[in-house]
């Protein structure tokens, strides 16, 4: 029912401020099993003394926010492209910031091929549910990897179209009023085999690609905890 062959490529999503806060409410619903995964991969790879952790397309920054604040030490820089996410994550940080949320947070918007960044200035460069509005992934990641430290790591999480049925009608029933935007999202990502042609055409031949229930995740170091979920050439999309 749920099987996309062919990618669909996102026209202009999030419009309208009402479907992004509509979006936002739906996801904070589903935030424990949405996020806790992929916050704790984030975690996992924080080390004393981090000068920066940046997230690209940082939605609607329920993400930023958790890690900012289990990091309050750290600042977390966030950038998005999308105006009206960004007006919604302006608003989750202004009632972070009312309910004494300790985090270093700050928000910007701009474009993802050309981040405000200086080279190696980013402990962690993360990115989580953007990967499939990105017009230019390949000019993207290239971004990412020059904004990263040498011994820092890029963690980019989005779905994966060609999860099993199962797991996407199990995230349905959490994201009822958002569903059709769900869908949408789905429809537009990428399967790991179409994530690793475009990590080969940006020369990120060194860079991992994972599947790990509905999700997709690419990473420019090994992930001893997905190890088992590495996809390779040789793999199958499901």
């Known amino acids: 029912m749920f099987k996309i062959q062919d990618r669909k490529p996102r026209k202009a999503p999030f419009k309208d401020i009402d479907v992004a806060r509509a979006y936002d409410l739906g996801m904070r619903k589903s935030a424990l099993m949405s996020y806790q995964k992929p916050a704790n991969r984030i975690l996992e790879q924080a080390k004393d003394e981090m000068s920066d952790i940046v ?13 900012g604040g289990k990091l309050p030490d750290t ?15 302006e608003e989750n940080l202004n009632l972070a910031v009312w309910s004494s949320n300790k ?22 460069v993360f990115s989580f549910s953007s990967l499939h509005m990105w017009r230019n992934p390949i000019a993207v990641l290239k971004e990412c990897k020059r904004i990263c ?14 999860a099993e049925e199962g797991h996407i009608t199990f995230v349905l029933q959490f994201i009822k009023d958002g569903g059709n935007e769900f ?13 690793r042609k475009l990590l080969n055409e940006a020369g990120l031949e060194e860079w991992n690609v994972y599947q790990e229930d509905l999700g997709l995740i690419i990473s420019s170091k090994p992930i001893d905890s997905l190890s088992s979920n590495l996809y390779t050439e040789d793999s199958n999309d499901n």
């Open 183 to 195: 869908i949408e999202a789905l429809g537009s990502s990428y399967t790991p085999a179409e994530s």
């Open 55 to 67: 997230e690209v397309g940082v939605n609607t920054g329920l993400l930023s926010l958790y890690i």
């Open 149 to 162: 430290k040498h011994d820092g790591i890029v963690i980019i999480e989005d779905l994966n179209r060609a």
């Open 75 to 89: 600042p977390v820089s966030g950038i998005e492209e999308n105006k009206i996410l960004l007006e919604v994550a």
């Open 103 to 124: 985090g270093d947070i700050e928000f910007e918007g701009g474009k993802f091929h050309a981040m405000p960044f200086e080279d190696g200035s980013a402990d962690i």
